[in-house]
Structures are given as structure tokens and as C-alpha cells.
């Protein structure tokens, strides 16, 4: 399966750190809810460099998942067009979103969407036998803070724990782009701070490009770069001198 | 409508592929009660009134000849309600456009009144009045196309006479009209009941004011054994073969046996149906009242009674049992119109109008209602139970283990997926192996209907190519010397003649006894032969008497052990016999010897019966036409004709029936696979979602999810042929009955189409799931929790 995935190949490697990774212009989305028309986004200009943190800030309804689903490839924008590095992502079909999704974005979700039946490595596993040149699957764990429970079914972890598999899993495969969803939406201060705590970490250590969406706006504090959305447009855009270390984060 | 209520609707119409294979089965279920209930009490009904109405006798008896005041005697016996003295002769007939003989039962009739037992049902014409009229029994005249006015030519005692047709009629003692037993389904191109004046028929046998034959019924409370000694001993001396009660009279038998069949086919298949309906809906209403956790929650938090949340899950569970129940009545009601027809084909009754009972319907519906309340209660139960507090939090996370099938399948195999596969089925072993079962009993009822076609198939072989193989069979009117077979070995086209001797006997082994023919056969013979319901031959046994396994059980006896024959023929000389041997033969209770033995046992030199014969086809023709005009002749078969008669009328008959269930199995596969397959989509769509958003294509996501349902299938594929093979057992077993047993023989092709019935329905349910796995949409499942 690897070998096929490879030979069909059509979107080259990461870019070096600085470089343009995403490039979105004049993005919209609209829903149709049975007779009505709902705007979610609306003539969206973003870029996104290599090795950049990102957080989209908003309250509910702003846009922020919606812009983060066309980013990832699980939706396309009514119009507009998003760049993936030489990629025109708007303009391939599922076959090759899939493929896109398999080999350069890691997800990681409010509710840990983990495989119940597989334990801790198992799950990070079934993402590293998709991938070229992936971590080991237990190292991905240690890098999380999970090197001693490994083999832990997600019925046996907390819930902080269980979004830390989440996050190897996301990272392991060294993806491009590491997009984030409420993230820490489901668990408590301490344990989200810790979450978010991997999370620089990775950005850090690995160089990958990370999307966080979130209605808190304290986690604003350790990203480079933070937009805000409302009503599906991106009404604020502000970059942070320094990043705050997740620990001296407040909320 | 209440809101409850229209979120049941609601919810109906967005379960409707899952609601309407639950409707389907119950559909099948209820189909199968009604019609087979509706034919029991018909049949039953029918029999009851026809044998009232036309008062059908009791007690029957066949002897040589007896002078009429003996029958008078017998009449005014206290035990002895009624007696009709009659002459029954059977004749060679020489119908128009059969080129073989016919076997036409002579019974004698009163010209100036209605018999006082037996009595006949005019279909058409009038009753007899002058010379050499009769009246022939309608199926025989349908199957020739004879009318009234027509006649037919028949060798009646040496004298070629034509009988005049002036009536069609039925008799009770002829609604399945066959030889005798023997013969297993009736040939109504061949055999026929002629109803003729007593004095034309005692003119032509030399029988004035005599009968050989004597119907009665029994007075109120008169013992039937006692009557049928009294009647032996004074009969003996007039040469009669032994009496016998409505319990060994054929044509009784056969109905009888029909009747109580439809009862017990009436509860089992249709059991088999409605259980699977509750299964099905246990697992449906199981997982709905799962993924409704929260609106249950709700409901209850707004002050819906747990009895009301409850009675609203057992409502969405009735409405796809009470939609199959009502077309399943409508089904039914129509089937069995086409079944009563297919009756009308072997069972000659007067009133062949079928009317449903409304009571049957009330019954089957709420058979229906039950099979699914009872499917979705421990479901009911469990939303009722559920605190709202509880109820609002999502279900704690499935737990799972690394269990033993996992090990088995070993580390090389063990990827992701395979272990995904594999805990999921090992999480809930009890829905697993029900699911298995579930699919098995489908692929059991598609064995259980093709094994009727193997069955037949099986039969018509043996009997056709293995017991038979000669081309033409004749019976002389008396025994005769064995010199006989040099005058049928001259006849045109004879290749070659097998004398046989069949004897009247009882056989005794103390208080056991059974009336029935000895059969007297050439060892060495190649014409006729003893084979048992696995194929096997038996050779006849020097010394002593071969009996069907069926005659061995009910005389208790073994081989090796001794029995009474009591003769009832000729000088009716008493002899012991030792068991030699026992064949598990399809049709009848036979007891074979060896020829001469059978000679030596009557102390009668080379005496036979009649004979086998090999035909010339060419010359097949020539023969017959000689047959048809051969005084010393009582009787001529026609092997080819037979088995052309059985494949006509069995083939088409049963093809309804064996199609119908053949086709519900169907139903009951795909509903089974379908379910299993949705139920599974609905507990992991999500987990699948996620699986699809980390980049696995949906081709390795729907393997993942119908690989599963695909092993599963795949363990009840083996399972499935063995309970069908053991379904098909009992019903061998069940089917057993004096007359005949059925083979248990199911073909290898029946299983294979089983296997593709089932891989099929796997297939078909697969591409339904595959298409609601493409649409899965991967934005809202991230959006919930589970």
C-alpha cells in the first residue's frame, strides 16, 4: 500500500521553515440549511508560514472549524482557493484529499477520536504504517509524556492522557501541519495545560506547522501569530513579540 | 398526535431500511402460519364433513367371495352400524389417446339408491341406470380428457366391454386416489375409480348374489379390534385378506398424515421466522436506545414517566412487526388460495372453495406483536431503568482486552486493522455468536428448501432407476403356474420375464401384528431390487424374510428373531419365518423373500403373480395393445409412464411450495446480514470517520468495517450447513410414516447454493453499508461525542 501511495505521489515534501505553507484567497463557505443560505466564511485572505503556531480565536459559529476542515481537506470552500505548498487543494477530488490528509496533516480533536480497541501504541501505530518516514510509535509516546503506558487501552486513561495519544498519533508520521480542534475543549486547567504544553513542544522541537482553534483566549499567549474570526470573516490579526511557555498561561 | 409519537415516526422513517428487513421477515413468518394454519383447518374441515356428510365407513374388508346373506349377518351384528357388500375389481382399461393400459377400480354401486356407506359425490351427469353405465372418478377423467358420453374399453372378466360414462364423481374413500399402498403419489392418467352397477359388475365376475368386498361402520362404543377379529374369523373361510380400520385404509392415511404435517410445519417454520424477528429487533432496539441516551435523558428530565419512555420503544418495535403481520396475512391468505389449489391436485374433495378464517389473521398478528415485544423488551426495559442524570452523560467507553483470537491469529498478522477486527468480536462474544447464528439459521431454511427439491429428486432416482428397472409390470388376475412366463417372453417385444408371487399376509410377533403383501422375488432378478435409502442393494437372504426397517420397527423385531406369517390366501397355512435381514426402504412396509421360498412357505409348486418385464421400445406399442386384451391380466405398469405422472404432478406441485420457502430464506439472510452490517456501521461510524480523516482511503475503512461482517459470515457458513443438515434430518424424521420415508439426502449443490444465498445477501448488504460509508460525513462526527 505504501509503495502505491508513493508511486501516486503528486505533492513534494515540507517546505523549509519560513516559507509559505498554506496560502488561502478570497475563501467562502456558505451552508445551505434546507431554504436558507448560512454564511460561514467569507472572503478569507490567509498564509500560513513552515514551523509557524497559529491560533484562531472566536466564539462559536465564528468560522474558525470550517476555515480549519478546508485546511485539512475534509471540506472544500464554496469558492476561493487554498494552496498546499504547490498544491491547489480546492481543485482535488477525495482520492487525492485522502492521500493529502494521509501524508502531510496530523488532527487532533476535542474528543481524542481514538480507536477503543487499540491500545495506546496501537493507535499511534495505525498511523505510522500509513506514513514514509514516521517516529517509532513509542518514542512518539515519550514525547508526549506516555512512554510507561504504552500499552493502555484508551478505556484505561484519562482524559488528558487519552488527547496526548491523540497528539502522538497526529505527530508521529511528521506531518506538515498540525491542525488542532478545542484541543483542551473537553479537559480540565491542569490537564489542558499540559496538552497544550506537548504541543509547543512538538512545534518546537519537530518545526511543525500548528493550527490551534479555540474560544479561549488565553491560549492566545503562546502562539506566534493569533487570528481572531467573527461571523466568517478574520477581523483581527496580531502577532506576539514572544510566546508565553504554556505553564504561565492563566484562564 | 403527541410529540412522542411523531418522534417515533420519525425515527421509523430514518431506520427504514433496518424497520423494513424486520417488516419482511415478519412478512415471511406470518405468511407461513397463515397459509399453512388456513390449510390445516381447511384440510381438517374439509375431511371432517366430506366423511360425515358421505358417510365414509370404518372398518373395510377384501375377500374372495361371499354369499350376500353373509354381509347380512355381519349387519346385524350389535357392534355393527351400517354395511354396504360390494364386488371391487380392478381391470385393465383402454382409454382413448393412452397408448399404455390404465388400471380402472370396478366398485360396485345400488342402481335404484345411494349406497349406505361410501357414498359418492356427483360432480357432473347423473347417477347410473342402464347397462353397462358408470361413473368415473373426475381426476381420472380430467387427466384423459374423457367427458360424459364418452366411452372406455375394459377386459372385464375375459369379455371385452365398453363402458359408457354418464356421471363424474368423488368418493370419500378415494380423496387421494392410488392403488394401494405402495405407491406413494397418485397417477391419475393410469388409475381410476369406476363406480358400476352391483348387477352389471356380479353378471361379469360370476359373483351373483355374492361380494368380495364389505365396508361397515361401528356402532356407538363397539370396540374396532374386536369388530376387525370377529370379522377375520368369518371371513377366513370366504378367502378374506384380513380387515383392517380407517387408521390402514390408504387414501385415509395419506390426508391424515397431510393434516397433522400442516400442523406441525404451521408452528415450527414460522417459529423459526419470528424468532429471528426478535433477534433482529433486540439488536436494533438495543442500539437505539444506546445511541438515544441523551434523549432519553431529556424526556425524563421534562417529566415523561419511565413507563411512557418505555411503552415508546416497544411502539417503534410493533409498528415493523404489525406492517409484516398485515402483509404477511395478505400473503398468506393468497398463498394459501394457490396452495388449496395445489391440494385440489392430489385430494379429491367435494367442496374445493377455500374461505378464510378471520381468526387465523387475529392469531398470526398477534404472534407478530408478541415475537417483537418480546424482541424489544430487555431494550424497553433498559431505557426505562436508565436515571435521567445517568443518561445525560455519553455511555463509559467500550473497554477492550487482547484476547485469544488474537494470539491465534499470531503476531504476523496481527496488524492494526486485523486487531481492530478481531477485539471488536471478541468484546461481545454472546452478540458475536448471534449474530453467527443468525446468519447460520438463514443459510439452514435456503438448505431446508432446496432439500425438498433434493429430496424429491433423490426419491424419484431409487425408485425410478435402482428399484425399478424393468419397463412394464403385470399382474395376473389369479396365481398361476410359473409356465406363464414362456406365454409373456412370447409377446411382442419381451427381452426378458421375472416371475414374482405377492401373498396377502399378517405378520405376528405376539401382540404386534401388520397387515401386508409378501413379495416374492427372484434372487438373481436384475429387474427389480431392494434398495435402501442410502442407495444400497440388498440381496435377498436365503433363508427367511427381508423386511423395510419401518415394518421391522413396528413389529419389534430384529434380524435373527422369528416371526408368525399368517396367510391370508389360499390353503392360509400359519408358518414361522425368521427375520434374515432389514432394508431401510423409502415407500411402504414390505416383506421380501426369496421366490421359491415363498412357494415353498404356501406348500405350492412354481407358482407366480405376475411379472417384470424388459421391453424392445420399438415393439413397446404392440404390447401394449396385446395387454389391453389379455383376459388373465388384472393390472399392467408402465415404468416410463410413472415416472413421467410423478414428474408432472410432484415437480409442479411442490415448485410453489419449495419456492416460497426458498425464497423467504432469502428475506430472512438478508435481513440478518443487513442488520448485523448497519448496527455495526452505527456503533463505530465514528471511529471510522476518525480513521478517514488520518488519511485511510474509504476502501481500507470499509474493509475494516465489513471485513468484520465478513468473518462473522464466514464462521456461519459451516455452522449453517450443519444445522440445515439437521434441520433437514428432523424433517426426514418427522416426515417418517407407514406409507413412506423420506431420504435424507441433501446434494452438494443445495449447500452451494445455500453458501451463495448467503454470500449474496453478505454482498449485497455490504454495498448498501459501503454506500452510507461513503457519505459518512467526517465534519459532524468530530463535532459529537459518542
Not at chain 1, 237 to 244: F, I, Q, T, V
Not at chain 2, 136 to 163: K, M, P
Not at chain 2, 481 to 508: I, K, T, Y
Request: net charge neutral; glycine share 8%.
Amino acid at each position: 500500500m505504501a509503495t502505491a501511495v508513493r508511486e501516486r505521489e503528486a505533492i513534494p515534501a515540507a517546505a523549509p521553515a519560513g516559507e509559505p505553507v498554506f496560502r488561502a484567497r478570497g475563501l467562502a463557505k456558505t451552508y445551505r440549511m434546507g431554504e436558507v443560505e448560512v454564511p460561514a466564511l467569507q472572503a478569507v485572505d490567509l498564509d500560513l508560514a513552515a514551523g509557524e503556531f497559529v491560533v484562531l480565536l472566536g466564539p462559536s459559529g465564528s468560522g474558525k472549524s470550517t476555515l480549519l476542515n478546508i485546511l485539512g481537506g475534509l471540506d472544500a470552500p464554496t469558492s476561493g482557493s487554498v494552496r498546499f505548498l504547490d498544491h491547489e487543494l480546492t481543485r482535488a477530488d477525495e482520492e487525492e484529499l485522502t492521500r493529502y490528509r494521509r501524508e502531510h496533516v496530523g488532527f487532533v480533536f476535542q474528543f481524542y477520536n481514538l480507536i477503543p480497541s487499540l491500545t495506546a501504541r496501537e493507535n499511534v501505530e495505525l498511523v505510522t504504517e500509513l506514513s514514509e518516514r514516521p517516529m517509532d510509535p513509542a518514542e512518539a509516546l515519550r514525547l508526549v509524556g506516555l512512554g510507561e503506558r504504552l500499552d493502555h487501552f484508551p478505556a484505561q486513561l484519562s482524559g488528558g492522557e487519552q488527547q496526548r495519544v491523540a497528539i502522538a498519533r497526529a505527530v508521529a508520521k511528521r506531518p506538515d501541519v498540525l491542525l488542532c480542534d478545542e484541543p483542551t475543549g473537553a479537559l480540565d486547567f491542569e490537564t489542558g495545560k499540559l496538552v497544550l504544553e506537548v504541543l509547543e513542544r512538538v512545534n518546537r522541537e519537530l518545526g511543525t506547522t500548528t493550527v490551534i482553534i479555540t474560544h479561549n483566549a488565553a491560549i492566545a499567549g503562546m502562539a506566534d501569530r493569533v487570528l481572531r474570526l467573527r461571523s466568517g470573516r478574520i477581523v483581527e490579526e496580531r502577532r506576539n513579540a514572544a510566546r508565553a511557555a504554556p505553564a504561565d498561561l492563566e484562564w | 398526535m403527541s410529540p412522542l409519537d411523531r418522534k417515533l415516526l420519525r425515527d421509523l422513517a430514518h431506520l427504514w431500511g433496518q424497520m423494513t428487513a424486520v417488516a419482511l421477515v415478519v412478512t415471511c413468518g406470518v405468511g407461513m402460519f397463515v397459509t399453512l394454519r388456513s390449510m390445516h383447518r381447511y384440510l381438517q374441515k374439509t375431511q371432517a364433513g366430506y366423511y360425515e356428510q358421505y358417510r365414509f365407513a370404518e372398518v373395510f374388508a377384501q375377500l374372495k367371495r361371499a354369499p350376500l346373506p353373509v354381509a347380512s349377518r355381519i349387519a346385524a351384528l350389535p357392534e355393527v352400524a351400517a354395511a354396504e357388500p360390494r364386488i371391487v375389481m380392478d381391470v385393465l382399461l383402454d382409454v382413448p389417446g393412452l397408448p399404455e393400459p390404465a388400471t380402472g377400480r370396478l366398485v360396485s354401486i345400488p342402481r335404484d339408491r345411494r349406497p349406505a356407506l361410501n357414498d359418492l359425490h356427483l360432480r357432473r351427469g347423473r347417477w347410473i341406470a342402464g347397462r353397462d353405465e358408470a361413473l368415473v372418478s373426475e381426476a381420472f377423467a380430467r387427466a384423459n380428457r374423457l367427458e360424459i358420453g364418452d366411452t372406455v374399453g375394459a377386459v372385464i372378466h375375459g369379455r371385452w366391454q365398453r363402458l359408457r360414462i354418464v356421471g363424474l364423481a368423488l368418493s370419500p374413500e378415494y380423496i387421494y386416489e392410488i392403488r394401494g399402498a405402495g405407491d406413494v403419489f397418485p397417477d391419475n392418467h393410469r388409475f381410476g375409480v369406476i363406480w358400476m352397477a352391483y348387477g352389471d359388475l356380479a353378471a361379469a365376475f360370476d359373483l351373483e348374489g355374492a361380494f368380495n368386498d364389505l365396508v361397515l361402520t361401528l356402532a356407538p362404543g363397539a370396540s374396532e379390534s374386536a369388530v376387525l377379529g370377529r370379522l377375520d374369523r368369518e371371513l377366513a373361510r370366504y378367502g378374506g385378506v384380513g380387515a383392517y380400520g380407517r387408521e390402514d385404509h390408504v387414501s385415509h392415511r395419506f390426508v391424515s398424515d397431510e393434516i397433522a404435517e400442516t400442523r406441525v410445519t404451521s408452528v415450527v417454520i414460522p417459529a423459526i421466522f419470528l424468532g429471528v424477528t426478535a433477534f433482529l429487533l433486540h439488536i436494533v432496539m438495543s442500539r437505539l436506545v444506546a445511541t438515544q441516551r441523551d434523549q432519553i435523558a431529556v424526556l425524563k428530565a421534562f417529566g415523561y414517566s419511565d413507563s411512557a419512555v418505555g411503552g415508546h420503544f416497544l411502539k417503534l418495535a410493533l409498528a415493523p412487526a404489525l406492517a409484516g403481520a398485515a402483509a404477511g396475512s395478505a400473503v398468506g391468505l393468497w398463498f394459501a388460495v394457490g396452495l388449496a389449489r395445489v391440494y385440489a391436485r392430489f385430494y379429491q374433495f367435494p367442496v374445493l372453495r377455500y374461505e378464510p378464517e378471520p381468526g387465523i389473521v387475529g392469531l398470526a398478528v398477534l404472534i407478530g406483536g408478541g415475537a417483537a415485544l418480546f424482541g424489544a423488551w430487555d431494550a424497553a426495559r433498559r431505557a426505562m431503568a436508565l436515571p435521567p442524570a445517568e443518561a445525560m452523560r455519553p455511555e463509559a467507553p467500550a473497554r477492550f482486552h487482547k484476547g485469544w483470537l488474537e494470539r491465534l491469529a499470531g503476531p504476523g498478522l496481527a496488524s492494526p486493522e486485523t486487531r481492530i477486527l478481531l477485539r471488536n468480536l471478541e468484546r461481545r462474544p454472546w452478540k458475536s455468536l448471534l449474530s453467527v447464528l443468525g446468519v447460520a439459521l438463514a443459510g439452514a431454511i435456503v438448505v431446508l428448501g432446496w432439500y425438498a427439491f433434493d429430496a424429491i429428486q433423490y426419491m424419484k432416482n431409487v425408485q425410478f432407476r435402482a428399484v425399478q428397472r424393468e419397463d412394464v409390470t403385470v399382474v395376473l388376475r389369479e396365481p398361476s403356474s410359473s409356465a406363464v412366463r414362456h406365454a409373456l417372453a412370447g409377446l411382442p417385444g419381451v427381452l426378458r420375464v421375472e416371475p414374482f408371487r405377492m401373498v396377502a399376509a399378517r405378520l405376528r410377533n405376539g401382540h404386534r401384528s401388520y397387515r401386508t403383501t409378501l413379495q416374492g422375488i427372484d434372487p438373481r432378478g436384475e429387474l427389480r431390487r431392494v434398495v435402501d435409502r442410502g442407495f444400497r442393494r440388498h440381496d435377498l437372504p436365503p433363508d427367511g424374510v427381508l423386511l423395510t426397517a419401518r415394518l421391522a420397527e413396528r413389529l419389534d423385531v430384529r434380524p435373527g428373531d422369528r416371526l408368525t406369517v399368517e396367510v391370508l390366501e389360499g390353503a392360509r397355512p400359519v408358518r414361522e419365518v425368521m427375520v434374515a435381514g432389514v432394508a431401510d426402504e423409502m415407500i411402504g412396509m414390505s416383506a421380501y423373500l426369496e421366490l421359491g421360498d415363498l412357494n415353498r412357505l404356501m406348500r405350492e409348486g412354481g407358482t407366480v403373480s405376475g411379472a417384470w418385464l424388459a421391453v424392445d421400445p420399438p415393439a413397446r406399442d404392440d404390447l401394449y395393445a396385446r395387454l389391453k386384451r389379455l383376459p388373465a391380466v388384472a393390472g399392467v405398469g408402465v415404468r416410463e409412464a410413472a415416472l413421467r405422472g410423478f414428474e408432472s404432478t410432484i415437480a409442479e406441485s411442490f415448485r410453489l411450495s419449495i419456492s416460497t420457502l426458498i425464497g423467504f430464506a432469502c428475506v430472512i439472510s438478508f435481513g440478518v446480514i443487513y442488520n448485523g452490517a448497519r448496527i455495526a456501521l452505527s456503533e463505530r461510524g465514528r471511529e471510522l470517520a476518525s480513521l478517514r480523516i488520518l488519511g485511510f482511503s474509504r476502501a481500507e475503512v470499509a474493509s475494516m468495517l465489513l471485513g468484520e461482517q465478513a468473518l462473522l459470515t464466514l464462521a456461519a457458513l459451516p455452522l449453517g450447513a450443519s444445522l440445515g443438515f439437521a434441520v433437514c434430518a428432523l424433517l426426514a424424521f418427522r416426515f417418517e410414516s407407514d406409507l413412506f420415508r423420506l431420504p435424507l439426502a441433501v446434494s452438494a449443490q443445495t449447500y452451494l447454493y445455500a453458501f451463495l444465498t448467503v454470500a449474496a445477501s453478505a454482498l449485497a448488504s455490504g454495498l448498501a453499508v459501503r454506500r452510507r460509508l461513503d457519505r459518512l460525513d467526517l465534519v459532524e462526527v468530530l463535532k459529537t461525542r459518542e
